[in-house]
Nanobody
Framework: QAQVAESGGGSVQAGGSMRLSCEMSAYTRNSFTMAWFRQTTGKEREGVARIDSDNVRKYADSVKGRFTISRDSSTNTLYLQMNNLNPEDSGMYYC??????????????????WGQGLQVTVSS
């Protein structure tokens, strides 16, 4: 069973940058989708960015041009580089993984592996 260790998060001022990391040890799928989700108080968890085993990347419209998702296959680590942050980006960020072909709109239960969540706070 994959174990997930997230790191990063914290507080930053608007316009700043932050990088989130998510190491998925013992993750052995050859074909997969990995993604970052975020959730703010009172809102549904939303997909932010995803990358698949073909390195195809997709982003939510709200983060295009500012966020970059990447992965290091040698360490099974997923990253989210967030630039030009604004207060609306604040929330809990979760990494997730599942079978190949999932999208940012796929039901969350299709992603079988989840991180514990990282708090990101952007102040104005």
């Amino acid at each position: 069973q994959a174990q997930v260790a997230e790191s990063g998060g914290g507080s930053v001022q608007a316009g700043g940058s932050m990088r989130l990391s998510c190491e998925m040890s013992a993750y052995t799928r050859n074909s997969f989708t990995m993604a970052w989700f975020r959730q703010t108080t009172g809102k549904e968890r939303e997909g932010v960015a995803r990358i698949d085993s073909d390195n195809v990347r997709k982003y939510a419209d709200s983060v295009k041009g500012r966020f970059t998702i990447s992965r290091d296959s040698s360490t099974n680590t997923l990253y989210l580089q967030m630039n030009n942050l604004n207060p609306e980006d604040s929330g809990m960020y979760y990494c997730a993984s599942g079978r190949y072909g999932l999208t940012l709109l796929s039901p969350r239960e299709r992603f079988g592996v989840w991180g514990q969540g990282l708090q990101v706070t952007v102040s104005s």
